[in-house]
């Protein structure tokens, strides 16, 4: 029994996970307009924190998913691995959300939240050459002769490129040694999360498309990008399949391939009672 998924799952309205006929209106925007970012957060140290615009799957299995559901819900779907991985997807890169300290013994100091101290200091620098370039839009970097070494656009660049990586970060929900014996230990890292983040790669490709009033980003996909279907209950699911079905007389040749070949569509549950 595999514990990688070749299906990444994309658990729809979370905040209406009790209301299926919301989470069915949005999954419909999803099918003819794509999947949408949303903002997410990014925490680091004394409060500071990136947001940026971000599309999250998980890699766990379905039948595995019971822990997963309970708190995102019931409704989604499953696209294929390719699918996201061509168009920028990565696996999010967990680190122990724990920051270390002296230990008062012959060791000085904690080896454990080595990552997070580091990806801590990589975003105070990050911070504060920002606040530079905000207050001087002339700010760039000289040697000793006086030659520039960093033009102020190369420093956005960079900026750019690092909040970029740093949207892939995720806490992994280990807050302290207090936990460390509890089962509530790497609570994130067991989402198996993976993250579509926007770029200017992904823009220029066409893969993402800003929204008409630059507020978030969409990718278009196929059908054939997508698996099957997961929903709450029976009802729901002969719901989607009339949707599906109604999408043949749609003018959008991407839209009418929907319901030329109808996806899988799984009720949650019933998958669990096999």
């Avoid at 799952?9 to 794509?34: T, Y």
């Avoid at 920002?130 to 660049?157: A, I, M, W």
């Amino acid at each position: 029994m595999s514990a990688i998924s070749d299906n990444l799952i994309h658990f729809l309205a979370r905040k209406d996970k009790d209301s299926p006929n919301r989470q069915f209106n949005i999954f419909k925007l999803i099918i003819e307009n794509g999947l949408r970012t949303d903002r997410v957060q990014i925490k680091f140290v004394e409060g500071a924190s990136i947001l940026n615009q971000i599309i999250c799957f998980t890699d766990i299995p379905l039948r595995e998913c019971n822990k997963h559901t309970s708190i995102y819900g019931k409704f989604g779907v499953g696209f294929k691995k390719a699918y996201v991985k061509n168009a920028g997807g990565n696996p999010a890169r967990y680190f122990l959300d724990y920051m270390p300290g002296q230990t008062g013994t012959e060791s000085i100091v904690e080896s454990r939240g080595g990552l997070y101290y580091n990806l801590c200091e990589q975003y105070k620098f990050m911070d504060w050459l920002n606040s530079r370039l905000k207050e001087d839009p002339n700010f760039s970097l000289f040697d000793h002769k006086g030659n520039v070494e960093l033009t102020n656009e190369q420093l956005k660049t960079h900026i750019a490129s690092l909040i970029f990586s740093f949207s892939f970060d995720k806490e992994m929900g280990d807050l302290g040694p207090a936990r460390d014996e509890t089962s509530e230990i790497d609570l994130y890292y067991k989402e198996r999360e993976w993250r579509l983040v926007p770029s200017t790669m992904t823009e220029a490709s066409g893969t993402a498309v800003l929204s008409p009033n630059n507020t978030y980003f969409y990718y278009k996909f196929h059908r054939t990008d997508v698996n099957m279907v997961v929903v709450p209950n029976e009802e729901m699911r002969t719901t989607v399949l009339d949707y599906f079905l109604s999408l043949r007389t749609s003018d959008d040749p991407r839209l009418q391939d929907f319901g030329a070949n109808v996806l899988p569509v799984i009720n949650y549950d019933d998958l669990q009672k096999w």
